[in-house]
């Protein structure tokens, strides 16, 4: 069974970094792309980064670039996504998904995404 479970949310002030958690099982993790969505109140889910298991590759939306990292450790079939400058409008409730295994590339399209996880909610206080 397919799970991904994400964490590490919270209330941060703006200015401020957390770092999320998205643990997978189920799955042959290298061989997936995992990304990271958000969805804010009223807003279509939207994608924030996307890494690509088997080669390292990723991309970044253009509002979080520069802002946000995403990295993998592949020996603990997590990938983490380390926010800093954290700004109001990121709040929102952030998922993770995976995307394969024929089709490993990554999307910013969540319908492109097979399996997500329940959630975390970020909030930043201005």
């Known amino acids: 069974e397919v799970q991904l479970v994400e964490s590490g949310g919270g209330l941060v002030q703006a200015g401020g970094s957390l770092r999320l958690s998205c643990a997978a099982s189920?799955?042959?993790?290298?061989?997936?792309?995992i990304g990271w969505f958000r969805q804010a109140p009223g807003k279509e889910r939207e994608g924030v980064s996307c890494?690509?298991?088997?080669?390292?590759?990723?991309n970044y939306a253009d509002s979080v670039k520069g802002r946000v990292t995403i990295s993998s450790d592949n020996a603990k079939n997590t990938v983490y996504l380390q926010m800093n400058s954290l700004k109001p409008e990121d709040t929102a409730v952030y998922y993770c998904?995976?995307?394969?295994?024929?089709?490993?590339?990554?999307?910013?399209?969540?319908?492109?995404?097979?399996?997500w996880g329940q959630g975390t909610q970020v909030t930043v206080s201005s």
């Open positions: 998904a995976s995307k394969g295994p024929w089709d490993n590339y990554c999307s910013a399209s969540p319908a492109d995404f097979g399996s």
């Open positions: 189920g799955f042959t993790f290298d061989e997936y792309a």
């Open positions: 890494i690509r298991n088997s080669d390292g590759s990723r």
